[in-house]
Nanobody, 114 residues
Framework: QVQLVESGGGSVQPGGSLRLSCAVSGSTFSFNAMGWYRQAPGRQRELVVGTTTSGLTNYADSAKGRFTISRDNAKNTVYLQMSSLKPEDTAVYYC????????WGQGIQVTVSS
């Protein structure tokens, strides 16, 4: 059973940085499509960044220039490096990978506040 465990969230002041990690386990298959969504209170879940099976990466306009997705194949881990954080980045962040079907992490809180 594929499992995704996120870590690295927390509280940070505006302008600060965080790196979210998403450790993938339970599958011997590698994943090509991966990404991050987020959901702020009272709002729908929205794409932050996604990488397709063909290798294309799509960032939300709000994330461009500030967020970077990466992966460590040896550790089966996906990362989201976030910098220049703003209060409007406050949300629960969810990672996903495509291994046959879409698998989701449990979500992790990011709070940007002074």
């Amino acid at each position: 059973q594929v499992q995704l465990v996120e870590s690295g969230g927390g509280s940070v002041q505006p302008g600060g940085s965080l790196r979210l990690s998403c450790a993938v386990s339970g599958s011997t298959f590698s994943f090509n499509a991966m990404g991050w969504y987020r959901q702020a209170p009272g709002r729908q879940r929205e794409l932050v960044v996604g990488t397709t099976t063909s290798g294309l990466t799509n960032y939300a306009d709000s994330a461009k220039g500030r967020f970077t997705i990466s992966r460590d194949n040896a550790k089966n881990t996906v990362y989201l490096q976030m910098s220049s954080l703003k209060p409007e980045d406050t949300a629960v962040y969810y990672c996903y990978v495509l291994i046959g079907s879409i698998h989701w992490g449990q979500g992790i809180q990011v709070t940007v506040s002074s």
